[in-house]
């Protein structure tokens, strides 16, 4: 089984550099589908802006975007455990909390303090989250 190893990763290392030199061909009558240059280029900036454009579109919606909603893509993260709607499943129900219970509890996680059983699995997510997330999840929270 052992002999097979050499011969078995030489075949799979020799696919892998001929399919990306196919990919990356300009065969002729055959549509490039993994680059857009020139016209298509063009076309995609006249429909939706160069990166500048969207990257100065996206910070004035953040910037116009009221706590809650910012809180909506911050819960992203939290809806595996605790529901799209805040029901609870793996963790508890958050539904009915109000924001100032949300930023005490999450505020105490980032700092790695025990408030119950499940404590140490909300750790890791309040660590990655800022001050500002935290507020905005408490105001999309008590929404719910």
Same mark, same amino acid.
């Given at each position: 089984?052992?002999?097979? +190893?050499?011969?078995?990763?030489?075949?799979?290392?020799?696919?892998?550099?001929?399919?990306?030199?196919?990919?990356?061909? *300009?065969?002729?009558?055959?549509?490039?589908?993994?680059?857009?240059?020139?016209?298509? +280029?063009?076309?995609?900036? #006249?429909?939706?802006?160069?990166?500048? *454009?969207?990257?100065?579109?996206?910070? &004035?919606?953040?910037?116009?975007?009221?706590?809650?909603?910012? @809180?909506?893509?911050?819960?992203?993260?939290?809806?595996?455990?605790?529901?799209?709607?805040?029901?609870?499943?793996?963790?508890?129900?958050?539904?009915?909390? *109000?924001?100032?219970?949300?930023? &005490?509890?999450?505020?105490?996680?980032?700092?790695?303090?025990?408030?119950? *059983?499940?404590?140490?699995?909300?750790?890791?997510?309040? #660590?990655?989250?800022?001050?500002?997330?935290? &507020?905005?999840? @408490?105001?999309?929270?008590?929404?719910?």
């Amino acid at each position: 089984m052992k002999q097979l +190893y050499i011969p078995g990763l030489s075949v799979l290392a020799t696919v892998a550099l001929i399919s990306l030199a196919w990919m990356n061909l *300009d065969l002729p009558n055959q549509e490039r589908v993994h680059a857009c240059i020139g016209e298509c +280029y063009e076309d995609y900036v #006249a429909a939706n802006g160069n990166i500048l *454009d969207q990257q100065r579109a996206a910070a &004035e919606a953040a910037a116009s975007a009221s706590p809650a909603e910012l @809180g909506r893509t911050a819960y992203a993260g939290c809806q595996a455990c605790h529901g799209a709607t805040g029901g609870g499943g793996v963790g508890p129900q958050l539904a009915g909390r *109000d924001q100032a219970f949300i930023v &005490e509890a999450l505020t105490a996680y980032k700092n790695r303090e025990t408030r119950g *059983d499940q404590s140490a699995m909300m750790w890791p997510s309040a #660590a990655a989250l800022s001050a500002a997330d935290i &507020e905005n999840l @408490g105001a999309f929270i008590e929404s719910l």
